[in-house]
């Protein structure tokens, strides 16, 4: 069995949460603090290979009324560069409220400040991959 990989994508940083060797839960996540793609897409493949991933869903940027947001462009070149780096292909995931509600997850365990914001985008990558896994 291989794992599924999801991201939540961001300039300075992104989420990575990983599946079980099942696809049935959200196992492990990190974040990685990269803002050059080039170097992300390398850290990521190498996560690819490491944890044994079969798929991978990223978050995909859209308004509260299902058009595409303003990154969106940025999000699917991003996602394209991924998949040719890698050799398997990038799923976008509506990711419409993950922060906000990684926020909240995050306020009710008593996070706040600098513990919060280096843990908000796993947060949010986990939310993406539950989300993922449910719809399976």
């Not at 050059?36 to 850290?43: K, V």
């Not at 991978?56 to 040719?84: H, K, W």
């Not at 843990?119 to 539950?130: G, H, M, R």
Request: aromatic share 6%; net charge neutral.
């Amino acid at each position: 069995m291989k794992r599924i990989m999801a991201i939540d994508y961001g300039q300075a940083r992104t989420g990575v949460a990983f599946s079980d060797l099942s696809c049935s839960i959200a196992g492990h996540c990190t974040v990685l603090h990269e803002s050059d793609p080039e170097r992300l897409i390398a850290a990521l493949q190498g996560l690819v290979e490491q944890e044994q991933v079969g798929t991978i869903v990223m978050g995909y940027p859209r308004n509260m009324d299902g058009s595409e947001g303003p990154r969106a462009a940025l999000y699917q070149a991003f996602a394209a560069q991924l998949e040719a780096a890698v050799g398997l292909p990038v799923h976008l995931w509506d990711e419409r409220r993950t922060t906000v509600d990684a926020h909240r997850i995050l306020s009710q365990q008593n996070y706040h400040g600098k513990k919060r914001k280096n843990t908000v985008d796993a947060v949010a990558a986990s939310l993406i991959l539950e989300a993922f896994l449910r719809s399976l």
